[in-house]
C-alpha cells in the first residue's frame, strides 16, 4: 500500500519546482490550492500549519530548506 503514494524522482522534482514556484509568487491562495491538489485537505492539521508558516513567512524553515 505504501507504494502507491510513492513518486518517481522526475514526479518529485517537479512537485518541488511547483512549490518553490508558488512560494516565490507570495500568493496565498495559489499556495493553499497546490496543498488541496497534492492531497492536503483543509481538515487536515497540517494543512493550518503550513498555511500559518507560509503567512508567516516561515515557510522555507518548516519544509527545511534555508534561504
Known amino acids: ?3 502507491k503514494y510513492r513518486h518517481t524522482r522526475t514526479e ?3 512537485l518541488l519546482r511547483e512549490l518553490r514556484r508558488v512560494i516565490d509568487t ?3 491562495r495559489e499556495f493553499m490550492n497546490f ?3 497534492n492531497g492536503i485537505k483543509d481538515e487536515d492539521p497540517r494543512f493550518s ?3 500559518r508558516a507560509f503567512r ?3 515557510i522555507d524553515d518548516l ?3 534555508k534561504t
Do not use: T, W
Request: hydrophobic share 35%; charged share 50%.
Open 35 to 37: 496543498l488541496r491538489e
Open 26 to 28: 507570495k500568493d496565498e
Open 12 to 14: 518529485r522534482n517537479a
Open 1 to 3: 500500500m505504501a507504494e
Open 49 to 51: 500549519k503550513l498555511v
Open 63 to 65: 519544509l527545511g530548506k
Open 56 to 58: 508567516d513567512g516561515k
